[in-house]
């Protein structure tokens, strides 16, 4: 049992990180679309002419996404959870949420980088790629605690979950860490110029 708990705990700590880097990511990029212009992100009149442009915007387009998804799904589940029905209709809503949530947030991310004329960024696509084992897990529970209530899987969907909620914020600071970097050295370069 107490295995069990310290896993709760440890899960929750990463989420509510995964919602802290989400949210500061948020923050970057605000302060990057201030910096660049809205255009640039949003305007295909403005050409990336650089890979470093195509993964800021590429980045840019994903975190906007998930932060959106992630609020959205925030609200979703604990609506789901108050509903007054069967627990097991609960839990058909809650994984057919899921699922049908991380398609959307796939479909958004490939429809917004091909409406910009965009390719993926590799943080773009880690992100994706964090996304199809919690998809593919998320899918075995619908059906196994779903519809045959069956138990045997959770440990592993939860194990799955938060490795996710591990690989976000480094993927995540990891673009913002390779940006403060690269703006550090064009400093730097200017200086000694001058």
Same mark, same amino acid.
């Given at each position: 049992?107490?295995?069990?708990?310290?896993?709760?705990?440890?899960?929750?700590?990463?989420?509510?990180?995964?919602?802290? !880097?989400?949210?500061?990511?948020?923050?970057?990029?605000?302060?990057?679309?201030?910096?660049?212009?809205?255009?640039?992100?949003?305007?295909? %009149?403005?050409?990336?002419?650089?890979?470093?442009?195509?993964?800021?915007?590429?980045? &840019?387009?994903?975190?906007?996404?998930?932060?959106?998804?992630?609020?959205?799904? &925030?609200?979703?589940?604990?609506?789901?959870?108050?509903?007054?029905?069967?627990?097991?209709?609960?839990?058909?809503?809650?994984?057919?949420?899921?699922?049908? !949530?991380?398609?959307?947030?796939?479909?958004?991310?490939?429809?917004?980088? !091909?409406? %910009?004329?965009?390719?993926?960024?590799?943080?773009?696509?880690?992100?994706?790629?964090?996304?199809?084992?919690?998809?593919?897990?998320?899918?075995?529970?619908?059906?196994? %605690?779903?519809?045959?209530?069956?138990?045997?899987?959770?440990?592993? &969907?939860?194990?799955?979950?938060?490795? !996710?909620?591990?690989?976000?914020?480094?993927?995540?600071?990891?673009?913002?860490?390779?940006?403060?970097?690269?703006?550090?050295?064009?400093?730097?370069?200017?200086?000694?110029?001058?």
């Amino acid at each position: 049992m107490d295995q069990i708990v310290d896993f709760l705990i440890v899960s929750g700590v990463l989420y509510k990180g995964l919602q802290a !880097s989400l949210f500061i990511a948020f923050l970057y990029t605000l302060y990057v679309t201030r910096r660049r212009g809205y255009g640039f992100f949003c305007d295909r %009149r403005h050409k990336l002419d650089n890979p470093a442009d195509r993964d800021l915007v590429s980045w &840019h387009i994903t975190i906007v996404t998930l932060f959106v998804m992630q609020l959205i799904d &925030h609200i979703l589940q604990y609506s789901l959870v108050a509903l007054d029905l069967d627990y097991v209709v609960r839990r058909r809503l809650f994984y057919f949420s899921r699922l049908f !949530s991380i398609g959307i947030f796939i479909v958004s991310v490939v429809a917004l980088h !091909s409406l %910009r004329g965009c390719s993926f960024s590799r943080y773009s696509r880690a992100i994706v790629y964090v996304l199809l084992p919690i998809s593919t897990t998320t899918l075995i529970q619908l059906v196994l %605690r779903g519809y045959l209530d069956i138990e045997v899987f959770r440990p592993w &969907h939860r194990l799955v979950a938060c490795i !996710s909620q591990l690989a976000y914020p480094i993927i995540i600071f990891s673009f913002i860490a390779s940006q403060l970097y690269a703006d550090f050295k064009q400093r730097a370069s200017r200086r000694a110029a001058q």
